[in-house]
């Protein structure tokens, strides 16, 4: 067993309440790219304020929707690693165990874990721009493009405002609920993992904070060092399908590798 691996089975036999915070290192395993790794990362290939904004939308819809089809049809081509998976085990070991994630992917929930928090919506949720209104997703199949091309968005069946991806873009409020439930969860935690986050976007970022302030342990899983790292109770310099699966075993609920 790894010395950090110790450490954190150490800090972690006493929780009762742990909450899991994943960003997108979560889910690179798998095959989905992460947004700010310097040389794969989506915004070293695109600008977040072309893709990611209401604006960049009003602009250009069909380039911001054809954009998420893409990513839609790319996050449902791959499919969880061993380290979602242990995350989902590691439920059993605790009295309570809630991921609280950034990712859009459906990775977390495909692997079997219990109740996800999306803080940044979910790309399979499509709603239009002006009312809100739900798109139904078995509709998107035939309009997403294999490569990220120029998709006109269809009209909503209710007010004929322009469908648009259910994720939280820049300059717009979380889900509502959402932030307060993770708060909530955070500061009753005796433990937060926080996997796979370069831990600068708010207001994911500030949990850790709030969890450490209310006394929790905080295990940071990242191959990189983060804002977040000098405040850790513990930086373990590893990947997700690496550590999570060699934690889960070391607090005695092993998982295949099938
Ligand atoms: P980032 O791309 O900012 O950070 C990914 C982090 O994962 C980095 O710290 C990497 O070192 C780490 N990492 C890379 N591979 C890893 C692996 N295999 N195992 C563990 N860690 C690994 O992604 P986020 O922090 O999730 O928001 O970004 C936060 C938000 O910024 C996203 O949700 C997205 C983006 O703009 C919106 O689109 C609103």
Redesign the pocket.
């Known amino acids: 067993m790894t010395s950090e691996c110790e450490r954190a089975v150490e800090l972690l036999r006493v929780a009762g309440r742990v909450t899991a915070l994943t960003?997108?290192?979560?889910s690179?395993?798998s095959g989905v790219p992460?947004?700010?790794?310097a040389l794969t990362?989506l915004?070293s290939q695109y600008d977040?304020m072309e893709l990611?904004t209401p604006e960049a939308y009003r602009r250009n819809p069909a380039r911001v929707f054809g954009w998420y089809l893409s990513r839609w049809r790319k996050a449902r081509a791959v499919g969880p690693h061993g380290g979602h998976r242990a995350l989902a085990e590691l439920e059993r070991a605790f009295e309570e165990l809630i991921v609280v994630t950034?990712?859009v992917d459906g990775l977390h929930r495909r692997a079997g874990s219990g109740e996800v928090i999306e803080l940044?919506g979910s790309l399979e949720a499509f709603r239009c721009f002006d009312g809100g209104h739900p798109y139904d997703i078995g509709h998107i199949e035939a309009l997403a493009p294999a490569a990220d091309s120029e998709v006109e968005p269809p009209a909503c069946e209710t007010c004929g405002s322009p469908i648009r991806p259910g994720?939280?873009?820049?300059g717009e409020m979380l889900p509502p609920g959402a932030v307060e439930r993770a708060w909530h969860l955070v500061q009753q935690s005796d433990a937060v993992l926080v996997?796979?986050?370069?831990?600068?976007?708010y207001p994911?970022a500030e949990l850790p904070n709030v969890a450490l302030a209310a006394g929790a342990k905080v295990i940071e899983?990242?191959?990189?060092e983060?804002p977040l790292t000098p405040r850790a109770s513990l930086a373990w310099h590893a990947?997700?399908?690496v550590a999570l699966p060699e934690l889960t075993a070391a607090l005695g609920f092993p998982v295949s590798d099938a």
């Open positions: 960003g997108a290192g979560m690179q395993e992460t947004f700010r790794d990362g915004w977040p990611a950034q990712n940044h994720v939280v873009w820049f996997i796979g986050t370069s831990s600068v976007v994911a899983i990242n191959p990189q983060t990947t997700a399908a």
